[in-house]
């Protein structure tokens, strides 16, 4: 892979991120305060998106620097996964909105892993088991009933957006790499200039990342068209 291929991917990856990240969160924020086009949630969910995103991809550009392939790909499977939540998120609210809920879901499976180790460790968990289910009543009231840690999985979103096998080979692939199995060990400390894999798996991330902020940015022009710094690119 030419250097010139990797270069120009990581010189794409500095025009988004972070000014173009910060710029759509500033349009949203600025536009969405007197008109409330997008319920709070919804605003604070691209919001979130667009954060973790400008810190992945700036992250990727870090780890790519120090030619860390076991950091570097844990990124790009993670930017991967978050332009599919993008996506499925902006297809329809009842989706968005079942992320969102995913949050109390994800607690609720937190407590039940954090309930089980004092268990095994003979540690009293009464207080976990009463947060668990005063937790249950609050998410009861927001109309999650009854809770559960039953949160979407990315592979059934993928499914949804009707990529459900290409997700599943994908992640394969990441995860050899991602997770410390037997190939990462022996490709982690490879002399930089035989691991392909980083230039590989650079372009796959810096197109994850910018796909995915294109979609939040689209998002909001559709609701907000008049020209903003967002119209520029």
């Known amino acids: 892979m030419t250097d010139n291929l990797t270069e120009g991917a990581v010189a794409k990856l500095g025009v988004f991120y972070p000014s173009r990240a910060e710029s759509v969160m500033h349009v949203l924020a600025l ?3 007197p008109a409330k086009l997008i319920p709070e949630w919804r605003e604070t969910q691209l919001l979130s998106f667009a ?15 120090e030619k860390r392939i076991v950091t570097l ?12 939540w993008v996506r499925y998120c902006n297809r329809a609210e009842a989706n968005a909105r079942r992320f969102s ?3 109390m879901r994800d607690f609720y499976g937190y407590c039940k892993g ?29 109309g999650v009933a009854p809770l559960a840690d039953d ?8 499914t949804a957006l009707g990529e459900g096998r290409e997700y599943a080979a994908q992640n394969k692939i990441y995860s050899k790499l991602a997770h410390p199995t037997s190939f990462a060990l022996s490709v982690a400390f490879a002399h930089p200039g035989e691991n392909s894999y980083l230039d590989i798996f650079l372009l796959d991330g810096v197109q994850y990342a910018i796909d995915a902020l294109v979609g939040i940015r689209d998002f909001v022009v559709i609701l907000y068209p008049e020209p903003s710094s967002l119209s520029l690119w």
């Open 73 to 84: 790909t844990w990124l790009v499977r993670s930017l991967y996964e978050l332009s599919i």
């Open 114 to 142: 954090l309930q089980t180790i004092l268990i095994k460790r003979g540690i009293d968990e009464k207080h976990i088991t009463k947060l668990m289910e005063n937790f249950s009543g609050f998410a009861k009231l927001k």
């Open 31 to 33: 536009r969405n305060n």
């Open 151 to 158: 949160y979407l999985r990315v592979s059934e979103a993928a």
């Open 51 to 65: 954060e973790l995103l400008n810190t992945f991809a700036l992250d990727l550009k870090r780890s790519y620097e």
């Open 101 to 103: 809920d995913d949050s």
